[in-house]
């Protein structure tokens, strides 16, 4: 069966400092990957998504990247941590259906 | 542009009562996919369910119910019999097969309470 990890599971950062999230997928191959942001109280921003090794879309402009550097690797960074950039950040995957299957999460507070 | 709209910010009930969650959409597509998915205070959302629009047939599972009008663009979840473990955040989204599924949409949630 397929599991997504995310890592760290919580990450208190000061604003300026850099960011690297990581999502992971097992168990399946060449899957679709996504990262949203949920702010506090509030529903899911999608950020990104990729469909295979190397390709990124973005969705919203912001001081955010993510990188594909293997199949089922999925990766969140900036270099400059805002803090409007603290949130609760998903990382989810699809194969051929359209429904989404969730990681737990990594709650980033920004101080 | 699609939409997905949940009215309801939060509601409580009291275990054993029935529930409806309301979810509408806007689409201009016509061929589209909505879902209800459910967040537990864990934070995980767990993926409940996937209706097609071409397919308005209404589903049972359990406690859980689900209602798809296309005419009034609903897409309403019914939890009978409610119980604790159902306390969570509820999302209604839509996805709309020109995005290829990559596009998908939530709505802000509905937070449920069930007391016991």
């Known amino acids: 069966s397929q599991t997504i990890h995310q890592w760290p599971a919580t990450l208190v950062q000061p604003v300026g400092s850099p960011l690297s999230l990581e999502c992971t997928v097992e168990?399946?191959?060449?899957?679709?990957l996504y990262w949203y942001r949920q702010a506090a109280g509030r529903g899911l921003q999608l950020l990104f998504y990729?469909?295979?090794?190397?390709?990124i879309s973005s969705e919203v402009p912001q001081n955010l990247s993510a990188s594909r550097p293997q199949d089922r690797q999925f990766i969140l960074s900036s270099k400059k941590l805002l803090l409007s950039d603290s949130g609760f950040y998903l990382c989810a995957w699809n194969g051929g259906g359209y429904e989404q299957y969730f990681g737990p999460g990594t709650r980033l507070t920004v101080t | 542009a699609q939409k997905v709209t949940q009215a309801q910010t939060e509601i409580s009930v009291v275990e054993k009562e029935d529930v409806t969650l309301d979810c509408v959409y806007e689409?201009?597509?016509?061929?589209?996919?909505l879902f209800w998915y459910k967040q537990p205070p864990s934070g995980e959302l767990v993926f409940l369910i996937r209706?097609?629009?071409?397919?308005?047939q209404n589903e049972i599972s359990g406690r859980y119910s689900w209602n798809f009008q296309k005419s009034t663009s609903s897409f309403n979840f019914t939890i009978t019999a409610s119980q604790v473990v159902d306390s969570a955040v509820y999302f209604c989204a839509l996805s709309e097969a020109n995005t290829g599924g990559f596009k998908t949409i939530f709505g802000a949630g509905t937070r449920l309470f069930v007391k016991a």
């Open positions: 689409t201009r597509d016509t061929t589209y996919y």
């Open positions: 168990g399946t191959s060449n899957p679709n």
């Open positions: 990729s469909v295979g090794i190397g390709q």
């Open positions: 209706r097609n629009s071409f397919d308005e």
